[in-house]
């Protein structure tokens, strides 16, 4: 709670500003304050709150649910949220859809595309949404949607939150910066965002035009996944998940509230700033994380262990083992197993697999065709594997202890089917010839030569 305010700027809008700054650990009971006293001790909800404050509860989870996955938080805000409400209006959603959503009719085959271009034109970081895939059903609180996202302006004016699911953001390009009422986040390439479902935010492109990834997660909230055999240490830690710290804009202006609910986007027009949270304590927060702060574990001797030893984040469902979603990283590395075909093994997988790259080289993928910010999708039960060059080099090479470097590759893993939108069906991106790469594999059998090749 030692945070330093600044003043604004001259012609600054925003009446108090606070540096960015964050609180350590994941799934913690935080709290947090811009103004000295302004977090009530000792309670909730006083008659009267320091500095003429609202409280406000957000709830991620039924009142009732057991303490090791109830999430809420207390807010202390300038204006109640149902002070910065309207009447609303149906907008366009854009490219932004969500399950069950139309979706094109596409053969059992993998699917890969090129990055998607940055347009020239001023898009924010919800207008440039572009849905690939969804999945399950989001009124039933089940599934995905797998997005795109392209920015190229800073949201000003306009506010945001999502109703229908918790949002896992992945740049590939540019840095953005979050100003939810939580905080200020600070996010660049190799990091993630996390914003629960609900959380006010606004995103301002501080980096150049950007681009990246984005997991609508509609089932349970992302938690970290269990250890088991591992134990105590190692994957993703959770002193390195970043909270932001108290701040708020006491702002009165002309804005917008856009509100994704109901698979529909909303827009109501609102005269101050919602991002007005003086203090708060609680558990339910937005969070960053930095990816190359995972501590990998692997084979040592033999084999190629099953990818879920990569899994950073995974969303529960109600069948145990089985995920809603599981986020998958596969960064820099070393390869040692002796006598091992080291990358990945072919299979057919029964979760579905959506495949990014933020940068480096995916070392199933070694033939120049998965580029950064491009994606593949390989779904329930559709084979895959390494390319022939990733094949024929990891076949015959030296094994000797190899460090993978410069690389930063992930997937969102699901149980369900995940349908292919018409954008992803139809942009130029797609990849026409990728469905046969398989092809270009050799055959190698021969009944007279036991031994290996």
């Known amino acids: 709670m030692n945070q330093q305010t600044r003043p604004a700027p001259v012609g600054d809008p925003v009446a108090t500003q606070i540096h960015p700054g964050y609180l350590s650990g994941f799934g913690n009971g935080f709290e947090t304050e811009a103004l000295p006293g302004a977090l009530p001790i000792g309670r909730n909800s006083p008659q009267k709150c320091p500095y003429g404050l609202y409280a406000e509860q957000i709830s991620g989870s039924p009142f009732t649910a057991p303490r090791t996955t109830n999430e809420r938080s207390w807010l202390y805000r300038i204006r109640p949220t149902v002070m910065h409400w309207g009447a609303f209006r149906k907008v366009d959603a854009r490219l932004w859809l969500t ?24 898009l924010s970081f919800v207008e440039g949404i572009r849905t690939m895939t969804t999945a399950g059903d989001a009124g039933s609180q089940a599934g995905m949607g797998a997005h795109l996202y392209v920015a190229t302006r800073s949201m000003r004016d306009e506010y945001f939150y999502n ?28 990091e993630i965002v996390v914003i629960p479902r609900g959380v006010k935010f606004a ?13 609508e997660n509609y089932g349970g909230a992302f938690t970290l996944p269990e250890r088991g055999l591992i134990g105590a240490n190692c994957l993703a830690n959770q002193r390195d998940f970043l909270t932001p710290v108290a701040s708020y804009e006491d702002r009165d202006a002309p804005g917008t509230m856009l509100v994704k609910w109901g698979g529909g986007l909303w827009a109501a027009d609102i005269a101050h700033s919602p991002l007005d949270v003086v203090a708060w304590h609680g558990n339910y927060a937005p969070y960053k994380y930095d990816l190359r702060k995972f501590s990998p574990v692997g084979p040592i001797l033999f084999d190629h262990a099953d990818p879920s030893i990569f899994t950073v984040l995974t969303s529960p469902s109600e069948t145990p083992g089985t995920a809603n979603i599981d986020f998958v990283l596969f960064s820099d590395r070393w390869l040692v197993a002796e006598n091992t075909f080291r990358p990945p093994w072919y299979h057919l997988n029964v979760m579905s697999e959506f495949m990014g790259l933020v940068y480096g080289v995916y070392d199933a993928k070694t033939g120049g065709g998965f580029q950064p910010g491009g994606a593949s999708l390989h779904n329930t039960l559709l084979p ?12 015959n090479a ?13 997937m969102f893993e699901t149980r369900f089917l995940q ?3 018409h954008f992803a069906a139809e942009t130029p991106a797609l990849q026409q010839d990728y469905a046969t790469y398989g092809r270009k594999l050799a055959k190698h059998f021969d009944p007279n030569r036991p031994e290996a090749r």
Do not use: N
Request: hydrophobic share 40%; net charge negative.
């Open 99 to 122: 399950a069950p959503a139309e979706a094109a009719e596409m053969p059992p085959a993998p699917l890969r595309w090129d990055p998607v271009p940055i347009p020239a034109e001023p």
């Open 163 to 190: 109703a229908d699911g918790e949002m896992l953001v992945v740049p590939q390009q540019g840095a953005l910066r979050f100003r939810t009422e939580f905080g200020v986040i600070d996010v660049a390439p190799g």
């Open 203 to 215: 995103v301002e492109v501080t980096g150049g035009p950007a681009r990246g990834y984005l997991c």
């Open 384 to 395: 895959h594997g390494p390319d022939v060059d990733a094949f024929e080099k990891a076949s």
């Open 398 to 410: 030296e094994l000797t202890p190899h460090k993978l470097e410069g690389t930063l590759a992930f």
């Open 419 to 421: 349908k292919v939108s």
